[in-house]
């Protein structure tokens, strides 16, 4: 049970790794902040659970659970408020870009209104 | 053997926050260097969880905890902050 749970924080690490290095290396903020989020997520409640079911009685697993359930709600909650914090301020998209329906949709808006 | 692994689990995580750290560092706007600080932060959390199981101290399960909540709502704060919502 032990080396099981081991093996499950070692994936969750793999990810966490993953993630940051997406961070570093895609080229734009938005992409940057769905490797950022979605990888990081997974890889924290693997980590997590990892430790929890290896050392199920000297940890208190309850309280990991709880940080588990934690971490899935507020994770794309804080990611959504910057990406919207990051459209309204206007930073650019990368120039491979090939589609932005939500710059389109606003336009498209703000000609009917006038 | 499996204490072994988790070591270098919490290796290869110290790593990628020391990844997330270059890119707060070089990033060209705010927002970049605010998303590097959420990951930096959730990443610390899986690592708090690591060290209380590497000094046995459960109770140290208990400040990843109250260290989530407030890396949420500073992230959130700045946010709108950005958004000059604030």
């Known amino acids: 049970m032990e080396l099981a749970g081991a093996i499950i924080t070692l994936i969750g690490s793999v990810f966490l790794f993953l993630g940051a290095l997406g961070l570093l290396r895609m080229p734009d903020i938005f992409n940057r902040m769905q490797a950022g989020t979605k990888a990081t997520t997974m890889g924290t409640i693997l980590f997590l659970t990892g430790i929890a079911i290896g050392h199920f009685e000297s940890m208190g697993a309850g309280k990991i659970v709880i940080l588990i359930l934690f971490i899935i709600f507020t994770n794309p909650l804080s990611s959504h408020a910057l990406a919207r914090a990051a459209h309204h301020i206007g930073i650019p998209l990368a120039k491979k870009t090939v589609k932005n329906d939500l710059a389109e949709d606003e336009k498209k808006e703000e000609g009917g209104q006038l | ?86």
């Open chain 2, 1 to 86: 053997m499996s204490d072994i692994i988790y070591q270098i689990a919490g290796a290869i995580a110290l790593a990628a926050i020391l990844l997330a750290f270059i890119r707060m560092i070089k990033g060209p706007s705010s927002a970049d260097r605010v998303v590097a600080l959420d990951v930096m932060t959730i990443i610390s959390i899986s690592l708090i969880v690591f060290l209380a199981l590497i000094l046995q101290r459960s109770i140290y399960v208990d400040i990843a905890l109250v260290y989530g909540l407030i890396s949420f709502v500073g992230v959130v704060a700045i946010a709108r902050y950005l958004e000059r919502g604030l």
